[in-house]
């Protein structure tokens, strides 16, 4: 039997019959239930010694196939109760959580999950003003790869021990790119910045531009007039 799989959701079974008296075969879609397999309702009669089934508009599960053949002498193939050719139809992205430690929103408040729902807002952007690190588990059961891209440069694999991952923050400005992967060919990614800044802000006054001592910065107060200059005490007259 060879299993062609055309698409996420169709599935082509062929093969060829080697009995020289072959009459006719039934085949029969299951179902995989935890360990156990479930006939489903979909089925087809087979005529012809190469033939071939497509099966479309599948669920995601896993399935299996159960061929009985006959022969004109009313012969039936021993192994016709065994599920052969499983697979999996799996249309759904890989997902991941997202959590920072030590990062802020642009209101400044604090930050603890990037993601809501398994989805992430793109472009968004977190600051830091110390180390940072970036972590998550990934909850897609037929997980295959993740990878991390920094910046505009080439994505590295992303180390996942029991589904879980975690990169350190670098200082500067970067642009964060999580790359999933899955055993079916889905692919899924994550995109969001961090700006790291650990300098205080600093202030600097440009005006008035030079030292002023007259008339049109005097005031009176109480009697009393006030001249102002720029980096000297008032002079009181």
């Known amino acids: ?15 060829t019959i080697t009995e020289t008296n072959f009459d006719y075969a039934e085949a029969v879609l299951y179902k995989k239930s935890g360990s156990s397999w479930t006939e489903t309702d979909i089925k087809t009669t087979i005529k012809e010694k190469n033939w071939s089934w497509n099966i479309s508009s599948l669920a995601d599960a896993t399935y299996g196939i159960k061929i009985k053949i006959y022969d004109k002498a009313e012969n039936t193939n021993s192994d016709f109760n065994t599920v ?12 991941t959580t997202i959590s920072a430690d030590k990062i802020t929103d642009s209101n ?16 968004t952007t977190y ?12 909850t897609d059961v037929n997980f295959d790869s ?26 500067g400005n970067h642009t964060y790119e999580i790359i ?3 055993k079916a ?13 650990n300098e205080p802000p600093v202030v600097t006054i440009t005006t008035p531009a030079a030292d002023i001592e007259d008339s049109s ?21």
């Not at 400044?108 to 472009?123: D, H, Q, R």
């Not at 991390?148 to 991952?165: H, I």
């Not at 060919?185 to 800044?197: L, Q």
Request: net charge positive; hydrophobic share 30%.
């Open 84 to 95: 052969k050719s499983d697979v999996t139809v799996d249309t759904n992205l890989p997902k």
């Open 185 to 197: 060919g889905n692919n899924n990614s994550y995109k969001f910045a961090v700006n790291f800044d």
């Open 127 to 138: 600051y830091a003003n110390e180390q940072y690190t970036i972590s998550g588990t990934i």
């Open 180 to 182: 999933l992967k899955d």
């Open 108 to 123: 400044g408040s604090s930050v603890s999950s990037i993601t809501t729902g398994g989805a992430i807002s793109s472009g």
């Open 217 to 237: 910065f005097q005031k009176t107060t109480n009697g009393k007039s006030h001249h102002f200059r720029r980096n000297n005490a008032p002079i009181i007259i």
């Open 1 to 15: 039997i060879i299993l062609t799989l055309m698409n996420k959701k169709c599935i082509i079974y062929s093969g």
């Open 146 to 171: 993740a990878s991390l891209k920094v910046d505009e440069a080439a994505p590295n694999p992303l180390t996942v021990t029991s589904n879980k991952w975690a990169f350190n923050g670098s200082s």
